[in-house]
């Protein structure tokens, strides 16, 4: 007798159900590999900060001192409108380096630092110029000049997706100027580079942080110890979405923002807390975070403690100060309309989930929570006329938050973080 076996197929109802299971299992599946993947991008973002710090400390080793922040060629002698510091310039890059450009031989971009050391024959795009460019460049504003247009690997964080213009060359990681703004573009000298009595005083009163613009900091200065400092931050890069954290709003009412850090608190939109509110006056689109990496300028290159990461960035008008300015008698030396010298309230921020990475001044990476301890958000600035809390020496307003980003003000952290 023979058997004949029967094949059975699946029916629509079977399929279905192994569609559905399937397709449960790729809705469990991929949330995780998207966290295995964020959690790898920010892995890498840990590790370009650990090599900006190790840098850091071969920079300081080579020349014993670090990395200056607001250097390079050329001063101004004519003193009039149109010719300060911040102005575009072909021949000179007028003091306006961040330090992510010297540091550049020790973080493998020797090839990148002898085109900017050396005179460059060549344009952004390819072409031969007439007459080179001059060793160290032009301001970091020409975008026809190819070294400030370059995007660098360790400068960028992968979980950043920015790119393009109206950036020059982009960067994700900013020097730490500490826990107050005043003259924070300046340093100790006028918008004409030379040195005044008034900035200088203005500076050491309130350029408290591991790096101060214009001027040399060595590791001896952090009298707090090393590795109870910050020295950079990681910056999220503006991506033109009105972010409060890659944006400027431009206040009109610029002493209140010395007085009070948080008081553009008010422009953010209600309905969308991670954005301004329509209406209000921002900088121009040319000034958004982290778009040169080779400009010393707050809002491009630099970090404050004074709001906690992920912040708001809230800048001054100059023009508004009218006699209220924090250097009396030299208000005229501090023109106003120019958005991109701005003193501004830019903390550290990112893309990842809850805070961002920051480099202690000892080689450590840490990464600090947006609730992390940050004290009175509207207490007056440390500055040369500030009383009480805010006067000169005094210990952060701005609580753990404030005191890590001050290098010699003595205050005891007595708990990890």
């Known amino acids: 007798m023979i058997n004949k076996s029967k094949h059975h197929a699946f029916t629509l109802v079977e399929l279905l159900v192994v569609i559905a299971i399937i397709g449960v299992l790729v809705g469990l599946l991929l949330p995780a590999v998207q966290a295995a993947r964020e959690a790898a991008r920010r ?6 900060v650990k090599q900006i710090g190790l840098g850091i400390h071969n920079y300081h080793s080579a020349y014993k001192q670090m990395p ?14 149109g010719t300060q510091f911040w102005n575009n310039n072909q021949t000179k890059s007028l003091e306006r380096l961040s330090m ?5 031989p020790f973080i493998e971009q020797q090839a990148l630092w002898e085109q900017i050391v050396n005179p460059n024959g060549y344009n952004a795009n390819g072409s031969v110029r007439a ?13 026809a000049y190819g070294p400030w ?72 200065d952090i009298l707090d110890g090393l ?10 890069t503006d991506l033109g979405d009105r972010s409060i954290s890659t944006r400027i709003a431009i206040n009109q009412d610029g002493p209140s923002v010395y007085s009070n850090p948080s008081f553009c608190e008010q422009y953010i939109d209600p309905l969308r807390p991670r954005f301004w ?25 630099a970090m404050f403690t004074i709001l906690p990461p992920n912040g708001e960035i809230c800048g001054i008008d100059h023009s508004t100060l009218s006699g209220l300015s924090p250097i009396p008698g030299d208000l005229t030396l501090v023109p106003g309309g120019q958005h991109h010298v701005k003193e501004a309230v830019a903390s550290p921020s990112s893309r990842h989930q809850g805070g961002c990475h920051v480099l202690m001044g000892d080689g450590a990476v840490k990464f600090i929570t947006d609730s992390i301890e940050a004290g009175n958000q509207s207490a007056a600035m440390v500055s040369r006329r500030g009383s009480g809390a805010s006067a000169p020496g005094s210990m952060s307003p701005y609580g753990l938050w404030g005191s890590l980003g001050t290098r010699a003000s003595k205050e005891v952290i007595d708990e990890d973080f």
């Open 131 to 143: 007459n080179p460019w001059p060793a160290m460049g032009p301001t970091p504003n020409v975008t």
């Open 149 to 220: 247009m370059a995007e660098i690997p360790t400068y960028r964080c992968p979980s950043d997706p920015g790119v393009g213009l109206p950036a020059n060359g982009r960067t994700n990681y900013a020097a730490c100027l500490g826990d107050s703004i005043v003259v924070s573009s300046f340093g100790n000298k006028t918008a004409w580079l030379a040195k005044n009595q008034n900035f200088a005083l203005e500076a050491r009163a309130s350029a408290r942080g591991a790096f101060t613009s214009k001027q040399v900091q060595r590791f001896r």
């Open 227 to 236: 590795a109870n400092t910050i020295v950079a931050g990681e910056i999220a």
């Open 277 to 301: 509110a329509n209406g209000v006056n921002l900088a121009g689109a040319n000034f958004g975070r982290g778009y040169r990496w080779a400009d010393f300028g707050p809002i491009y290159s």
């Open 43 to 48: 892995m890498s973002c840990s590790n370009n």
């Open 100 to 104: 992510l450009v010297p540091l550049l």
């Open 68 to 81: 200056q922040h607001g250097s390079g060629t050329g001063s101004r002698v004519t003193v009039g409108a």
